[in-house]
Nanobody, 130 residues
């Protein structure tokens, strides 16, 4: 059974760092694109970062460029989101999902909206507070 599980969230002070993990079971994660999304209370789910499966190209939402880094850990069958210099705009529940399960995903690729991504995990919460 295919499954994704996020971990690594928690409470961090402003300017601090967290490393989120998206671990896959039941399949090989590097066969698919992986994206991290976040959703804050009262807001829509937004994509934070994406890493493709073929060429490992990465993309980032403008507000996290230079602060967040997405990478694959194939040995652990996971994707990591390293988040540095966390600020007041970052608190949310962070989710990972895979792209490329359905042919329709390839129309927009990493730019695809949330409905085109599959196998969502339960999310891991990130809180930034002093």
């Amino acid at each position: 059974q295919m499954h994704l599980e996020e971990s690594g969230g928690g409470l961090v002070q402003p300017g601090g760092s967290l490393s989120l993990s998206c671990a896959a079971s039941g399949f090989t994660l590097n066969m698919y694109a992986v994206a991290w999304f976040r959703q804050a209370p009262g807001k829509e789910r937004e994509q934070v970062s994406c890493i493709k499966n073929v060429d490992h190209t990465t993309t980032y939402e403008d507000s996290v460029k230079g602060r967040f880094t997405i990478s694959r850990d194939n040995a652990k069958n996971s994707v990591v989101l390293q988040m540095n210099n966390l600020g007041p705009e970052d608190p949310a529940v962070y989710f990972c999902a895979i792209g490329g399960v359905r042919a329709s995903w390839y129309i927009a690729g990493c730019s695809a909206g949330p409905s085109e991504w599959d196998l969502w995990g339960q999310g891991t919460p990130v809180t930034v507070s002093s």
